[in-house]
């Protein structure tokens, strides 16, 4: 059975730092691609950033190149995401998300930026 497991989530003041964790369980293959997506209150899931397992590209939404940065460990099936120079708009809730024939979610991380 397939796990997707968050951490690092908490509370930071603007401008500060946090590296969010995603530790993938039950596959037999590596997925293909593990992807961050966030949902702040009242708005809809939005895709963050994703990575793929085969060749290592990354793609980022607009609002945090620059800031954001995802990475993977293929041997341990896990994805990283580094957030810095934090805004009070990326508060939400973080999901891993990963797929590889079927897509899987994880249950999510608060983040929230604040003062």
């Known amino acids: 059975q397939v796990q997707l497991v968050e951490s690092g989530g908490g509370l930071v003041q603007p401008g500060g730092s946090l590296r969010l964790s995603c530790a993938a369980s039950?596959?037999?293959?590596?997925?293909?691609?593990m992807t961050w997506y966030r949902q702040a209150p009242g708005k809809e899931r939005e895709m963050v950033a994703t990575?793929?397992?085969?060749?290592?590209?990354?793609y980022y939404a607009d609002s945090v190149k620059g800031r954001f940065t995802i990475s993977r460990d293929n041997a341990k099936n896990t994805v990283y995401l580094q957030m810095n120079s934090l805004k009070p708009e990326d508060t939400a809730v973080y999901y891993c998300?990963?797929?590889?024939?079927?897509?899987?979610w994880g249950q999510g991380t608060q983040v929230t930026v604040s003062s």
């Open positions: 039950g596959f037999v293959f590596s997925p293909d691609v």
């Open positions: 990575v793929s397992f085969i060749n290592g590209s990354t």
């Open positions: 998300y990963a797929r590889r024939r079927s897509i899987y």
